[in-house]
């Protein structure tokens, strides 16, 4: 056996230029033993995943080291095969009946690169977590199979258990064992074709066996990179970044250095050009690469007899140098990338030295408990506190991780602490959650249960929380006066909350989103106006009126009609009421806040029930003056005097309109500069894969304060009904004319129209700051000019502009004028490609016809007075 392996003739002698293949194999080997060690303390979940490694890196002798081997080795592998391809290219060594050589080794190329992508996922941290998110949406963009393909890999639609099980499998055992075979059968082919030799051969050729010399140079060149790679491994371990959060938006993912050429490449092929960047040239590259053998038949094995194929490949091999070092300039030319991606070093940095966090054993362990923490899970998630804190308390950009929390404050502390929060935690935004106390305890025991504790005190609360004696559960843990303590932490905290009466009203508010446009208490926010002191100007009539009614303006600016019951509403209406600036404390309850604010929610509800006749205002209910400002005075007459709206089309609409989402979203759906437009997302995701973006947020959702919708399973089918009917607004065709008749309509004789017929600008009915804009042409318009303002109407641009695009609002300006001033094809190029300026306004881009650009060009030179041959 051993005189077959090792007397294998060399032609031309040995040579340190056929080491690299030998190389590749040890590092191969390299890779399977430390990934071994690896793989005895390593657990597969997210989990544990972060918390294994850790516990590698920190507490396991050698851990660290092992681990560094093992990640150097990955680029080590990828920098080795590099210098074989290489090598093997441009010695000629494919050509002469080395055909499925040459494939095998190119397949090899493909598993190693897949090697490494799989298993930069497993420590779970920050950096693999959002560059394997990354790669994934790489692979689904590919057309028709791209997102079969994601799917595939993630196991859903997100990432999560599935995805790092099976990025595991594949580490682990797929593809290990496809290199295992397809090296098996690369040195089998090689054997059989024996070495090409060097590239100019002499006659007579010298012959020298593989043993000793070659195996010698071998053993020298992996005792190099051994000696390479432990060096760096003992001078620069790997690190390790904090637990992954998919909620952090700020985290900037950056791939390692033989994937950065990939990334970049990205970055210059978006929209419809992204199948050339992403399919098309890639898929080329890969197959002239797999077909170079049957290119290139000729018996020339010297290079610079060979200009076509070597000029090639060192084009792409400088094309993908430049890649990456661009990636990286660009990255230090941008200073708020750059210091971003300062921050994420300094935060792995700071993490390093962290001390190991064990993740522990369970509490002293009842079904019950377990109930009342999945109950505290609900509220911690229903009251956004994973918007700060991270998914499951793990820590965002805002607050801290709440893991381990239980070994840090006593469960009294904690609940003190969510009952009344300390300045620093009001300063960093934390409020206290408007909860009842059985809520909180149920919140306190969710957060006792993070990372899991052991503490006796922990497990008294828990056990004593329930109505439960100590002993019956664990006759070991000393029972401690829980009880007696919670009741006087509930009374303090009660004294000092003079708002309670208002609970109701409070998480109406929150719920229903008015908070994402009001602003926390009422204060008022770049969306919507304050509403401190609305009581002062508004009876509770009027203001019942106006949330059962919004009035158009209110409409336009987004304010959706709440779907509530007559004590909700009441509860809202009790609670706007009682707003005040947020250096006042709420007075609307005096002595006793429960009793009183349930009187006030009574009353309310008997004068909103109180008949009365149509468009008359109560006398009860005293007009502010009109030094009050115009506005909220003109929406409560409107809205006592205005019909009932026309009721929503379908259950889901009314949902979609009653949580708020229209505020963001656009009525139907369209978009605003705030959330995107929903239409035709139904042709893009399936309901199930709608319902499951709902209830688990992507990180660029939640940093768009998108909420999570918690909907009984009919509702939810309802507003995915109706999300899934959503489409792209259509005009008439027959409000359309073809260009060709454009100008004919536009030299057709205008006739006079009425002065009175024309349509009146009310002062009052202009929002602060906005102008009339004078319209200077009284004459109907022509087939063009309506089919342009039937546009206007189908993409609803009146919600911004203002009626007709005449006055504008406070969110865009007039049109009326703008065509005095812009051509009309400029118009077009305009709606088309909108401005810097124009998007950070809001202004989404439409995807219109030349007929209806044109149309829409001859409508703003009609508002704007400009003659037709202008």
């Keep these: ?48 995943a972060h918390v294994s490694t850790s516990y590698i890196v920190r507490e396991v002798a050698g851990g660290s080291f092992i681990r560094s081997l093992h990640s150097y080795g990955s680029s080590a592998m990828v920098v080795v095969l590099l210098m074989h391809f290489l090598q093997t290219f441009l010695y000629g060594s494919y050509k002469g009946k080395r055909e499925l050589l040459w494939i095998a080794g190119c397949v090899l190329m493909l598993l190693v690169l897949g090697m490494a992508f799989t298993g930069y996922l497993l ?358 006066p829980w009880t007696e303590k919670r009741a006087a932490l509930t009374n303090v905290a009660l004294a000092k909350d003079d708002s309670a009466g208002l609970a109701p009203g409070v998480q109406i508010f929150e719920s229903h989103g008015c908070i994402a446009c009001h602003g926390e208490g009422g204060v008022g926010t770049p969306r919507a106006p304050a509403l401190i002191n609305v009581g002062k100007k508004f009876s509770v009539e009027q203001l019942t009126r106006l949330l059962q009614n919004p009035t158009a303006k209110m409409r336009a600016g987004g304010m959706p009609q709440p779907e509530l019951s007559k004590s909700e509403l009441a509860s809202l209406v009790t609670y706007l009421r009682g707003l005040r600036p947020p250096d006042k404390a709420p007075q609307a309850v005096l002595s006793s806040p429960v009793k009183n604010g349930q009187n006030q929610i009574e009353s309310d509800l008997n004068q909103a029930q109180q008949p009365r006749e149509p468009g008359v205002v109560p006398v009860s209910a005293p007009m502010p003056s009109s030094s009050q400002g115009p506005s909220l ?66 990180p660029k959702m939640r940093a768009g304060g998108m909420p999570q919708v918690n909907l009984s399973g009919p509702d939810m089918d309802e507003l995915v009904a109706y999300v899934k009917s959503l489409s792209i607004p259509k005009v008439s065709p027959s409000a359309m004319v073809s260009p060709s008749a454009l100008i004919a309509l536009n030299e057709q004789p205008r006739t006079k129209q009425d002065p009175a017929s024309l349509p009146k600008q009310d002062p009052a009915s202009l929002p602060v700051g906005v102008q009339a804009v004078p319209v200077h042409r009284e004459i109907a318009m022509n087939s063009s000019e309506q089919a342009g303002k039937a546009v206007f109407e189908a993409y609803q641009c009146s919600r911004c502009h203002g009626v007709e695009g005449r006055n504008g609002t406070a969110a865009a300006p007039a049109l009326a004028g703008s065509g005095a001033r812009i051509p009309a094809f400029v118009v077009g190029n305009m709606l088309q490609h909108p401005t810097t300026h124009m998007r950070h306004g809001g202004m989404p881009t439409f995807s219109l016809s030349k007929q209806e650009l044109d149309a829409i060009a001859s409508y703003v030179s009609y508002i704007s007075g400009v003659p037709p041959a202008q």
């Design 1 to 48: 056996m051993l005189d077959k392996l090792l007397n294998e003739p060399i032609p031309g002698g040995s040579r340190f230029a056929y080491v690299f293949g030998s190389a590749l194999l040890f590092i191969f080997a390299l890779q399977f033993v430390t990934g071994l060690c690896l793989a005895l303390y390593y657990v597969p979940t997210p989990i544990a």
């Design 123 to 480: 420590p779970w941290d920050q950096k693999a977590y959002f560059a394997t998110s990354v790669g994934t949406n790489v692979a689904g963009q590919v057309p028709i199979i791209g997102e079969l393909v994601r799917r595939l890999l993630r196991g859903g639609t997100g990432m999560g258990t599935l995805t790092l099980s099976r990025f595991y499998v594949l580490h682990v055992f797929v593809i290990p064992a496809m290199i295992v075979l397809i090296a098996a059968a690369h040195i089998l082919l090689f054997r059989k074709a024996g070495p090409a030799g060097p590239v100019k051969r002499r006659i007579p050729e010298r012959v020298e066996m593989f043993y000793p010399g070659q195996v010698l140079k071998d053993m020298a060149f992996a005792l190099v990179v051994a000696g390479v790679l432990g060096a760096l491994a003992r001078a620069i371990p790997a690190r390790l970044g904090p637990v992954a959060n998919p909620a952090d938006s700020h985290f900037l993912p950056r791939p390692e250095w033989y994937y950065l050429p990939l990334f970049q490449w990205l970055k210059y092929w978006e929209g419809p050009r992204a199948f050339i960047g992403l399919v098309v040239i890639p898929t080329i590259l890969v197959a002239l690469l797999f077909l170079l053998p049957f290119l290139d038949r000729g018996g020339e094995r010297r290079p610079w007899k060979r200009p076509i194929p070597v000029g090639g490949v060192v084009i792409v091999l400088i094309g993908l140098l430049w890649l990456g070092i661009r990636s990286r300039v660009d990255d230090l030319r941008n200073q708020s990338i750059s210091a971003q991606l300062a921050r994420q070093r300094m935060e792995e940095e700071e993490y390093s030295r962290q001390p190991f966090q064990p993740y522990r054993a369970s509490l002293a362990g009842a079904t019950a408990l377990s109930v009342r923490a999945v109950r505290g899970k609900a509220i911690f998630d229903s009251h956004a506190c994973s918007s700060c804190h991270g998914p499951g308390g793990v820590g965002g950009v805002i607050g801290p991780s709440l893991i381990h929390i239980a070994d840090k404050y006593k469960p009294d502390h904690v609940f003190a602490l969510l009952r009344d929060p300390t300045d620093k935690m009001r300063a960093g935004g934390m409020r206290a959650p408007k909860l009842n106390t059985d809520e909180l305890v149920d919140l306190v025991l969710y957060l006792g249960s993070l990372g899991r504790t052991t503490d006796p005190e922990w497990a008294t609360f828990a056990v004593e929380s329930l109505g439960t004696t100590t002993a019956e559960l664990n006759p070991t843990v000393p029972a401690k």
């Design 633 to 698: 005075v003109s929406d409560a007459r409107e809205s006592v005097s205005n019909e009932e709206p026309p009721p929503l089309q379908s259950r889901g609409a009314k949902i979609f309109e009653s949580r708020g989402c229209s505020a963001c979203h656009g009525p139907n759906g369209v978009g605003t500069h705030l959330a995107p437009a929903l239409s035709n997302v139904g042709k893009r995701l399936q309901a199930p894969e709608i319902a499951f973006l709902l209830q688990h947020l992507t």
